[in-house]
């Protein structure tokens, strides 16, 4: 081979070489665009854990299970009354209504009682409402349904001077 040849070859090394060479600035470009986009997700993770559901329940979880023993013995004295409270809900001129008929264990209403209701959306707690029954005739309570249509958990909860007497829970469709 000629010097030529081989002058021209080397030539031809050194462009590739310097083709394929590693500046700093694509290193710092690539390591912006890497970590840019990894802190990017991260935020977005971030911000989707604090502003969804929780997963907790129970507002206070340590004390309700402090509270178990007692929640079970006013389940028993409950169960002892053997009160009979149906859960109705009556359309009306006015929207719905929610109406619970509370009678006793001889089948006489239950009159004098501080009824409430809870309507509890199942997964989003910023949803939920509670609502105070009136006695509309002896033990007969009413109130307006303060949510939309749906799936909702409801809670009926009598007291008499300040005294937990019934408790109930189930979930219902309001349409």
Known sequence: MSQAATRFERQREGRQAEKRRLSGRTVLAVLILFFGTV???NAVMIYYALST???EVADHPYEAGLAFNSDIAAARAQEARNW???VNFVGGPDGKRLQVVARDADGRPIAGLRMTGTFAAPV???RDRRV???ERQPGVYAAQVPVAGGRWDIGIAARR???ALFQSKS???IE
């Open 84 to 86: 009979r409270v149906e």
């Open 132 to 134: 105070e029954l009136t």
């Open 171 to 173: 979930r219902i469709l």
């Open 124 to 126: 989003d707690a910023s």
């Open 53 to 55: 559901f929780r997963g």
């Open 161 to 163: 001077d300040g005294a």
């Open 39 to 41: 802190g990017g997700v």
